[in-house]
């Protein structure tokens, strides 16, 4: 309590003006996630597409969303993928492999920082864009797979990222240089299971955050709702920052809308050493 005293007054002295307003208007609540951050003896952030919009990648399913323009259940979808591989690997281009422009978001970068200062214990993400390993996250688990690896339906030969990407960026769909198979990404596709592995390590995580810090996720499929839950029925706490309601919110001892405002309110603690 001491400890989060000096910080408020310390804040005080330094905040800058951009942030007055925000700090004024919800000032309980911003005060007191640095509190919760300070206090909590295993953090973890669990994080959604919300996250990734930030740095300019459309949300599949949002307002100008990926799914409204093709018909991109297609894109993550096994049998078409089969059917025709070159359908996902042109569809995903500016979102996985052509990705040079994209940068990290103040949320990844901050949620990076956090975790280098011990903080956060561990990130979870249901994202496959790869920004919180660019932001300098370690160690990230994701619960929807991950293009970092691809491997051959036929041989089962594994290839890194680095090794698809120039065949992609080239326009072509990739086959394997042992069989001639073709190769998939390690993301999770419809009518394929989640990674069962990244998804009991999570559940692990889970159970023993006593705070749980859940960002850009709507928490409406399973299992971004259930882990959540997982610290909840441990007797955790869980923070909410979205766009939009969650079905967990009345659970949530904080909530924020504003990713943004909330993420330069961190990034200011932490410029002040105050996390
Ligand atoms: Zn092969």
């Known amino acids: 309590m001491q400890v989060a005293s000096q910080v408020l007054s310390a804040l005080n002295c330094c905040i800058d003006m951009d942030l007055y307003s925000f700090y004024n208007n919800g000032m309980n609540e911003v005060d007191e996630i640095l509190k919760f951050i300070t206090d909590a003896q295993y953090l973890t952030v669990f994080t959604g597409a919300g996250v990734s919009t930030l740095s300019g990648l459309r949300d599949f399913r949002g307002k100008d969303g990926l799914y409204r323009e093709v018909d991109a259940n297609k894109i993550f979808d096994l049998p078409y993928f089969l059917e025709d591989p070159g359908f996902y690997y042109s569809h995903t281009l500016d979102l996985i492999y052509d990705t040079q422009q994209i940068r990290p978001s103040l949320v990844h970068t901050v949620l990076a920082r956090l975790q280098r200062r011990g903080y956060v214990k561990r990130v979870i993400t249901q994202?496959?864009?790869?920004?919180?390993?660019?932001?300098?996250?370690t160690d990230v688990l994701e619960i929807h797979g991950s293009p970092r690896t691809h491997h051959c339906l036929s041989c089962g030969r594994v290839y890194l990222y680095d090794e698809i990407v120039p065949i992609v960026r080239f326009g072509q769909v990739p086959f394997c240089e042992v069989c001639d198979g073709l190769i998939k990404p390690d993301i999770t596709?419809?009518?394929?299971?989640?990674?069962?592995?990244?998804?009991?390590?999570?559940?692990?995580?889970?159970?023993?955050?006593?705070?749980?810090?859940?960002?850009?996720?709507?928490?409406?499929?399973?299992?971004?709702?259930?882990?959540?839950?997982?610290?909840l029925q441990n007797g955790g706490k869980i923070i909410i920052a979205n766009r939009g309601e969650t079905p967990l919110d009345s659970y949530a001892s904080l909530r924020y809308d504003d990713l943004f405002e909330l993420f330069s309110y961190l990034e200011e603690a932490l410029d002040s050493d105050l996390l």
């Open 127 to 137: 994202n496959i864009d790869l920004l919180h390993q660019k932001g300098g996250s």
């Open 189 to 231: 596709f419809f009518g394929e299971s989640l990674p069962q592995k990244a998804l009991q390590e999570a559940y692990a995580e889970s159970s023993k955050s006593d705070c749980m810090l859940i960002l850009g996720s709507t928490l409406l499929v399973s299992p971004a709702s259930s882990l959540p839950l997982r610290t």
